[in-house]
């Protein structure tokens, strides 16, 4: 099968400019029909790893691709700045909740 070779129209260069000018700004990739056909495994591997990938036809978005489960972080503690925190005489939680019980009708 031969493929086609797709040429911009004539005048459109004004165009193409600014295009590329808005794409520089959003931080999502836009790709067009044409070349997402031909990358869709290294689009879909940007997806992944939490790029949004917009599709666009005949220069409007028309899909988007994003991860279908945003990678969640590990939770990380930071044991240095808790042993850092200063202890303070306050009182103690079960305490707390003992008085809250008790104060109860």
Known sequence: MKRKTFHYPPGNAEKL???ESAVLEDPALV???RAAKDQLSSLLEAAARGDEVVITSDGRPKAKLVASQPR???FR???S???AQPMSS???AEA???EDRDGRP
Do not use: G, Q, Y
């Open 90 to 92: 306050c009182t103690r």
């Open 17 to 19: 400019v600014l295009k």
């Open 81 to 83: 700045w808790l042993r």
């Open 77 to 79: 503690m930071h044991w």
């Open 72 to 74: 969640r972080r590990a």
């Open 31 to 33: 790709v067009n029909v």
């Open 96 to 98: 707390l909740v003992r």
